[in-house]
Nanobody, 124 residues
Framework: QVQLVESGGGLVQTGGSLRLSCAAS????????MAWFRQAPGKEREFVAA????????YYSDSVKGRFTFSRDNVNQMVYLQMNSLKPEDTAVYYC?????????????????WGQGTQVTVSS
């Protein structure tokens, strides 16, 4: 099983950029689908982006498509989320998640391993 630690959150102005990182430890990282979710205050945790364990497709929510870019580095066991053109509605705690042999689902319940989250705040 992998363990996940997110970093890179912070405070940024509207239109700015941030790059989130997720460091994975444990074995067989390349057998895990990886995803980013986010949770704003008072709201459900929602899907942001994911890639299946084979890495052949990357999926994005409609709300971030064209602004966010998901990537993974299997050698260094890292996952990234490059976030550009940030909006106040992107403000949330962002979580990294893993699903062994997953296909990159947008369903939260598919993911059994989660990081502790990193706060992203976008000021208007």
């Amino acid at each position: 099983q992998v363990q996940l630690v997110e970093s890179g959150g912070g405070l940024v102005q509207t239109g700015g950029s941030l790059r989130l990182s997720c460091a994975a430890s444990g074995r067989a990282f390349n057998t895990y689908a990886m995803a980013w979710f986010r949770q704003a205050p008072g709201k459900e945790r929602e899907f942001v982006a994911a890639a299946g364990w084979m890495g052949d497709n990357i999926y994005y929510s409609d709300s971030v498509k064209g602004r966010f870019t998901f990537s993974r580095d299997n050698v260094n066991q890292m996952v990234y989320l490059q976030m550009n053109s940030l909006k106040p509605e992107d403000t949330a705690v962002y979580y990294c998640a893993a699903d062994e042999y997953g296909l990159g689902s947008s369903l939260r319940l598919k993911y059994h391993t989660w990081g502790q989250g990193t706060q992203v705040t976008v000021s208007s």
